[in-house]
């Protein structure tokens, strides 16, 4: 078995559904992954499905299209025929999904960007320490 973790954007909303026969809840959607450095990047799809109270956890936390998460799941390999006719092709499946949102910066209105501090913010104050000295080493 081969697990993936990785951050990418949800590319569309997503809402639960229910399997056929077992009325197993479950939502699939796909995750956007950028890849490489930002003036070559390429951009990796992955089909992801979710099941069970983890479905339902994904929906009822608000995440949709352009929410910024971490998925870690199995991967597989998904074979699928083109809508253009020109044969098939395959995508890659994440499934057995643990999810989390990525941090990031909130927008106080759709002009203006969250404040940043102008000055260091000092956590601690901290004693210098002369390392020169062997007999205060801990070890």
Same mark, same amino acid.
């Given at each position: ?11 569309? &909303? =997503? ?6 026969? *077992?009325?197993?809840?479950?939502? @699939?959607?796909? #995750? ?5 450095? %930002?003036? @070559? ?5 992955? *089909?992801?499905? =979710?099941?069970?109270? &983890?479905?339902?956890? =994904?929906? @009822? ?5 352009? *929410?910024? =998460? ?8 998904? /074979?699928? &025929? ?13 499934? &057995? ?10 927008? @106080? *209105? ?11 913010? %000092?956590?601690?104050?901290?004693? /210098?320490?002369? #390392? ?8």
């Amino acid at each position: 078995m081969t697990t993936v973790n990785t951050i990418g954007r949800v590319t569309t &909303d =997503i809402a639960v559904q229910f399997a056929k026969g *077992s009325g197993r809840p479950y939502v @699939k959607f796909y #995750l956007a992954v950028n890849e490489g450095p %930002i003036t @070559k990047q390429t951009t990796i799809y992955f *089909s992801c499905v =979710i099941f069970g109270d &983890d479905a339902e956890r =994904i929906v @009822k936390a608000g995440v949709r299209k352009g *929410s910024l =998460i971490e998925a870690n799941g199995r991967l597989s390999v998904e /074979e699928f &025929d083109r809508t253009n006719g020109n044969g098939r092709g395959y995508a890659l499946k994440l499934t &057995d999904i643990r999810w989390a949102y990525v941090p990031t910066a909130a927008k @106080k *209105s759709s002009n203006e960007s969250v404040d940043t501090p102008t000055e260091p913010i %000092i956590v601690e104050e901290v004693e /210098e320490v002369n #390392l020169d000295d062997e007999d205060d080493l801990p070890f």
